[in-house]
Structures are given as structure tokens and as C-alpha cells.
């Protein structure tokens, strides 16, 4: 792999980083699927259409056919659900990123750079502290590029969070990420971040278990 720094955010970063965290956001729609296809309610929903449709119509092959339209038919669902939480930051944070990280107090963005290219992002923002009454430091929008994963740049950025709420006072970092976002909440456990709160962001995401992590990590105090 090239050699890679970690540098501040700069404006001629923001198409590739928008389009870095839509990519990143994006790739979890498979595994969503997968999630969403392993519940026991969606597997007995299959089962009893496939039966209604063998029963009602008196022939399997028709049963199969609706089955396999269904399946079709949650893909795009699925796919739309992940596309929306793309919009959502596209929109918040990620609209104006020199504003909302680089000129808000205590608020930062940091780009990896590789063979001139941008290939990992991180940002850090003040929030309500997940346990105690008063802020913490929130790390938010972490994602590698797939082909500078594995080499450690993940956490590279999380240190890089961490001496920042640090070095600004904050006793505590929070972050959320999700459900199907298996390495991240490997990657968060392994810098010693611990799972403190569960939540589905609305009945759809209830109805298929799919839930934000909020994750937290107490910093040592300062002498
Ligand atoms: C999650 C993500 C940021 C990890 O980036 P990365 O640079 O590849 O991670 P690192 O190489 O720094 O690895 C750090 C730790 O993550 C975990 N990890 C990384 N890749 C892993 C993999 N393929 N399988 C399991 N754990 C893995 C390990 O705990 C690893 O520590 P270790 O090397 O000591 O075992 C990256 O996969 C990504 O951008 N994913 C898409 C976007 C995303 O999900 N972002 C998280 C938002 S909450």
C-alpha cells in the first residue's frame, strides 16, 4: 500500500469525501438484506406464502414464483432504507463540512490521504455525553476506502479523535454505528469503546430488528 497521511479537512476534499461515506453507507445494503432474510418472522412470512399460493392456486411452481418476487420486491426496500440514512447526512453535516467541523469550536475533520487521493475520513463534534449530564466528544462519519482497509488507518483516525477530545477536555467519546456494521463495532471494542445503548430510529427499523449501537469510552481524566 502507498504511504498514507492523516491531514486536516480542506474544500477541494468534499466531493471525495461525500462520496467516500455514501460508499461506505452503501456497502452495508447486502448484509442488511442477509440480516433482514435470517429473521425467523420474514422466513415464517415466505413459508406461509409459499403454502397460500401452493393451497389457493394448486401449483408450486406459482408458489415459488411469488416467493421469489418478494424476495425481489425487499430488495429495492432494503436498498432505499440504506440509501436514507446516506441522504440524511449528506444533507446534515456533510453539506457544509467547513462549517459544521472546521470552524465550529471543538469540532474537527480529518482526511487520510494515499498516492494523492483521499481514502479515509473522520470527523469529531461535540454532543450530549450517552451516561452523564454534560458534553462528550462524538466521532462520527468513519470510513476507509475497500482498498486501503486492514492496514490499521481506522485506527489511526480513532487515535486521532481521542487525543483531540483529550487535548480539549472531554471525559468521554460516543459514537453510534449499526446492527450489520460488524467490523466497525469490532474495530470500536478493540479501542476499548463498550456498547451502552440499543435503539431502533423508527418502526421500519423496528419491524426488522435492525438497531443503532451507541458506543462510548470513558477517557482517562487529566492530571
Ligand atoms: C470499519 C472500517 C472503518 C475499518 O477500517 P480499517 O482501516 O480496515 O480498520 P483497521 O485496519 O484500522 O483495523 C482496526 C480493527 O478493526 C477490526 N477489523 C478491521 N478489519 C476487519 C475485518 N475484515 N474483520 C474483522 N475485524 C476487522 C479489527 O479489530 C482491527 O484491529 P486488529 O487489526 O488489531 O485486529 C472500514 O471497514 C470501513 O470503512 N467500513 C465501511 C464504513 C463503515 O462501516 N464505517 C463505520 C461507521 S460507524
Same mark, same amino acid.
Request: proline share 4%.
Given at each position: 500500500?502507498? $504511504?498514507?497521511? #492523516? ?10 469525501? *461525500? ?56 430488495? $429495492? ?10 441522504? &440524511? ?48 466528544? &462524538? ?7 475497500? &482498498? ?11 487515535? &486521532?479523535?481521542? *487525543? ?41 427499523? *423496528?419491524? #426488522? ?13 487529566? $492530571?
Amino acid at each position: 500500500m502507498a $504511504p498514507y497521511r #492523516i491531514r486536516l479537512y480542506r474544500d477541494e476534499d468534499y466531493d471525495a469525501v *461525500r462520496s467516500l461515506f455514501a460508499r461506505g453507507i452503501m456497502e452495508h445494503a447486502p448484509a442488511m438484506y442477509r440480516h433482514v432474510l435470517c429473521l425467523t418472522r420474514v422466513q415464517l412470512g415466505l413459508l406461509s406464502l409459499f403454502w397460500a399460493v401452493c393451497a389457493m392456486a394448486g401449483s408450486w411452481l406459482l408458489a415459488l414464483a411469488a416467493v421469489v418476487l418478494v424476495l425481489a420486491a425487499m430488495w $429495492p426496500v432494503i436498498h432505499s432504507f440504506s440509501k436514507s440514512f446516506v441522504t &440524511e447526512a449528506l444533507v446534515a453535516d456533510l453539506q457544509d463540512i467547513d462549517s459544521y467541523y472546521m470552524r465550529a469550536p471543538d469540532s474537527c475533520f480529518w482526511v487520510v490521504e494515499a498516492g494523492g487521493a483521499v481514502v479515509a475520513m473522520v470527523g469529531a463534534a461535540p454532543t450530549q455525553d450517552l451516561e452523564r449530564p454534560g458534553p462528550a466528544m &462524538e466521532l462520527k462519519r468513519l470510513s476507509v476506502s475497500r &482498498e486501503h482497509r486492514g492496514h490499521g488507518i481506522s485506527r489511526a483516525l480513532c487515535g &486521532e479523535v481521542l *487525543r483531540f477530545a483529550r487535548a480539549r477536555g472531554y471525559g468521554a467519546v460516543v459514537l453510534y454505528t449499526s446492527t450489520v456494521q460488524l467490523v466497525a463495532q469490532r474495530l470500536y471494542e478493540s479501542q476499548g469503546f463498550r456498547k451502552v445503548l440499543e435503539r431502533s430510529p423508527s418502526l421500519f427499523s *423496528r419491524l #426488522i430488528c435492525f438497531h443503532l449501537i451507541h458506543y462510548r469510552l470513558q477517557l482517562p481524566s487529566h $492530571p
